[in-house]
Every structure is written in structure tokens, then in C-alpha cells.
């Protein structure tokens, strides 16, 4: 096997665009120091670790990390089993560009480059560099201001010389302060940077409309990801099914969740709780096994009493904790089960426990902004990961990318397009024609329209 050094590369890269694309694809699971692991291991020295292997061996490990385990090689298995199994999101989008941008970022966070990690101490860890305080900006503004103030005094007192060189006899007063600040100048400037200032921040504020990168707020019930998508490799489309299909991958309804959770009704204390919560929303009945008729009139307090006993019973049964539980302790947990039920089913509108389960959304583009899943699920063959970030790894699910304009424009200018498909693409026949001549190496969705206004903007 050829090995490798880190330096040559680096120097090929862009470490901005390095810091951009470690911010979109890998913060998520990797530390930001580069030294300590998390999900994912620390990437400080991750050349090293491959210098054994051919440099394409460690770009396709990065890129497509599933692929390279499936085709046996050692180094990607042994990373494979060293975490539990877990394989690293696919990035097909990203280029030998991209990648080499992204190992040089790492290298300058490593070396500690000031600006990009802040300077190194030899003896310590990379010292944070901290930004300009806000108080210096404060009182430098207030340092101006009074310095604006006496020198409109002084240019005060030279007009009143001046007055009084050319005509001695003449009474002029001194403008105060107070004068001086409530001046048509001073007024119109103030109004100026108001408008500017409140323009500036209006704009602003547009622009970053919907960008909650990081965003995992708490659901009425506690999902786990991880444990559906990632312990038990339900596919993504089983749940969100108008994803193939539609505009919208849509939240799955209750009755997708019963057509498992009929079945697997209890869990840990956290999970028996937590289906609980399914079975209230839709009336269904855990102890008989059956749905519950004219379940919207049954009183409040018969519902209640229902669900509590299911607590007590599945919490007694099937939770060893609670094996050797006395009544009046397993009483109290299933009131304080009970009150976190009623506090996410319910809400100002909704009175009752019964009806829909209203999950808080988490990705939401403007309204002036199309997207179509299907669009990128069934024809382009995006996985799920590329937006979403490694969701199956997820307790509470986050927003892992930024969604701005400038994010959607760079993939569509690095992703390619597959040609070779039957069926798609014939109209573009100076492309095929270019691609068979070997005149062009790839077709991206740039080529094809996907940088037009009206495809996201009609």
C-alpha cells in the first residue's frame, strides 16, 4: 500500500471552505477541537491513522463510509467495529475538492493557527481565541459621542470669535448643549442612522429567516430516533412515506404508529410512558387490545382511570425495576406518568388528552421557497442524511443544515447528475455526446437548470 503525508494535501485545500463544510457535515457526530471523541472519533491526525492506505482509500471512507465496509477493507471494518457498528452518514456530494478543503481545516485547527482555533499552547490544549467585547464597542461609541459633543463646542465658540471680530457691537449668544443636540444637523443625522441601522438589521434578520441550524426542540413525546431508525433499521420512507411521493415527507400519522405499537406495547419506564401517550391520543384500550367505541365521549376521569391502570399493570409486569414494587409506589408513578401525558397532549385549543398528537416542527422553509422531496428522493436519489444529518444517531432530533440559499446552490453545483439511467436525461443530448467523446467528465445539477430563479422561486 502507497502512504500519504497530511502536509501536501493541506496545502491543496481551502481551509475556509474546509470550516464550512465541517460545520455542515461533521460537527454533528465530531468534536470541534478535533482532539476528543464523540459519536464519531476525533479527527485530529485522521491522515495518520490512514497513511498505510492509498489516499483514495481515505477520500472514499469519507465520502461513502457504508460503501467501503461493504467491500471488506480492513481499516474501514476495524474503524466499523471500534464504534459499535454505527457507519458515518454517505456524502456522495462531496468532491476531491471539497474533501481535501475539509482534511486542511483540520490540519490548522490541529496546529492551532490563530483564527482557527485560537494560538497553541505547547504544554495545553488549543486556547480558545475570543472575540472583541461588546463593552469596548460600547464604550468607544460613548468615547465618540463626547468627543463629537466638544468639538461642535469649540466650532461654537471660533463662529462666536469670528462673529465678534467682524462686528464687535453685536450680542451673539453661545449655543448650549441642549442647542447643539436638538439641531436640525444633529436630528437628521440621528434619523439617518436609524433608518440605516434599522435597515441593516431588518435585512438581516430576512436573510437568517428559518436558518436554526441546531435546532431539537422537545416533542410531545419523546421519539427516539436512534432506538426506530438506528437499533431497529426502520426505513426512513416506512414513517415518512410522502417523501417518495409528494412535496412533503409529511409527519406520520398515529395509526402508522400503531401498526407496530399495537403489538410492542411497553417498553422501559421512560417507553411505556411514552406509548401510553399514542394509546390515549387515538383511544386505544392496551389491556383488552382493543380500539375503544365512541371513544370522544368517553369521560375525562374513565380515560384517566384506564390509562393509569395500564401503567400500574405494564410497569409491575414487565419492568423488572418494578418487580418487587408495593402498590402505593407503583400508584405514584403512574400519577406522575399520567400528568406529563396530559401535559404534552394538551394545550390552550385542545382540552383533552384525545385527537392528534401536535408535533413541533423543526425544518421550515420560507413560504416564497419550493422544495420537492420526491423530486430529490425518487428522481435524484438524495438520501435522507445529506439534509437531515445522520438522523437514525439521534435521540431528539435536530436541524443539522443550514437550508440558506447559498447551502442548496452549492449542492446543486456539485452533485452530479446520473446519466447513464434509461429513460432520463435524453433530451440533453450534447451532454451525452460530450460524456461519450470524453469532453466532459460529469453533467451536475447546475447543468441541467438547477441554479434557475424559477425552479425554487416560481
Excluded at 462686528?167 to 439641531?183: G, Q, V
Excluded at 422537545?218 to 411521493?245: M, V, W
Aim: glycine residues 8%.
Amino acid at each position: 500500500m502507497v502512504g500519504f503525508t497530511s502536509t501536501s494535501f493541506a496545502q491543496e485545500g481551502n481551509p475556509d471552505e474546509g470550516k464550512t463544510l465541517f460545520r455542515n457535515y461533521c460537527a454533528t457526530c465530531h468534536s470541534k477541537d478535533m482532539k476528543k471523541n464523540l459519536t464519531g472519533p476525533a479527527l485530529g491526525g485522521v491522515q495518520e491513522r490512514w497513511s498505510d492506505w492509498p489516499l483514495e482509500d481515505l477520500y472514499a471512507w469519507i465520502r461513502n463510509s457504508p460503501a467501503l465496509i461493504a467491500s471488506g477493507h480492513p481499516k474501514a471494518n476495524e474503524v466499523y467495529e471500534q464504534y459499535n457498528k454505527v457507519a458515518m452518514t454517505a456524502f456522495p456530494n462531496l468532491t476531491d475538492e471539497n474533501i481535501a478543503s475539509l482534511l486542511s481545516y483540520i490540519d490548522l485547527v490541529v496546529a492551532g493557527v490563530p483564527g482557527d482555533g485560537g494560538p497553541k499552547d505547547p504544554d495545553g490544549p488549543v486556547v480558545e481565541k475570543k472575540g472583541v467585547s461588546k463593552w469596548i464597542y460600547a464604550g468607544l461609541l460613548g468615547f465618540l459621542a463626547m468627543l463629537a459633543l466638544v468639538l461642535a463646542r469649540v466650532i461654537g465658540n471660533l463662529n462666536v470669535i469670528a462673529a465678534k471680530k467682524e462686528n464687535p457691537d453685536a450680542l451673539i449668544e453661545r449655543k448650549s448643549i441642549l442647542d447643539i443636540l436638538t439641531s436640525k444637523g444633529l436630528i437628521g443625522f440621528v434619523l439617518f442612522a436609524l433608518i440605516i441601522l434599522g435597515g441593516y438589521t431588518t435585512v438581516n434578520n430576512a436573510v437568517s429567516l428559518g436558518r436554526q441550524q441546531g435546532y431539537a426542540p422537545e416533542q410531545p413525546i419523546k421519539f427516539s430516533h436512534a432506538t426506530h431508525a438506528g437499533l431497529n433499521k426502520i426505513d426512513c420512507q416506512y414513517c415518512h412515506d410522502g417523501a417518495r411521493r409528494s412535496k412533503h415527507s409529511v409527519i406520520p400519522a398515529t395509526n402508522t404508529c400503531m401498526n407496530c405499537h399495537r403489538a410492542i406495547n411497553y417498553g422501559s419506564e421512560h417507553g411505556t410512558a411514552e406509548i401510553t401517550k399514542i394509546y390515549a391520543s387515538v383511544g386505544f384500550d392496551p389491556i383488552n387490545n382493543k380500539y375503544i367505541e365512541n371513544y370522544d365521549d368517553m369521560p375525562e376521569s374513565e380515560v384517566e382511570a384506564l390509562y393509569k391502570s395500564w401503567m400500574v399493570k405494564a410497569n409491575k409486569e414487565f419492568n423488572e425495576k418494578f418487580a418487587d414494587a408495593d402498590e402505593d409506589d407503583l400508584n405514584d408513578l403512574a400519577n406522575d406518568q399520567w400528568k406529563e401525558l396530559v401535559d404534552k397532549l394538551t394545550n390552550r385549543e385542545k382540552k383533552t388528552v384525545k385527537g392528534p398528537i401536535e408535533w413541533v416542527r423543526i425544518h421550515n422553509l420560507p413560504d416564497h421557497v419550493y422544495f420537492n422531496h420526491a423530486q430529490h428522493v425518487s428522481v435524484g436519489k438524495v438520501e435522507c442524511q445529506t439534509c437531515h444529518g445522520a438522523v437514525e444517531e439521534m435521540e431528539v432530533v435536530q436541524q443539522m443544515s443550514p437550508l440558506s440559499m447559498g447551502w442548496c446552490i452549492n449542492c446543486h453545483r456539485q452533485t452530479e447528475v446520473n446519466f447513464e439511467e434509461e429513460g432520463y436525461y435524453s433530451a440533453y443530448e450534447d451532454y451525452h455526446k460530450e460524456l461519450k467523446a470524453g469532453d466532459r467528465l460529469k453533467v451536475t445539477v447546475e447543468d441541467i437548470g438547477g441554479l434557475e430563479c424559477q425552479k425554487c422561486h416560481y
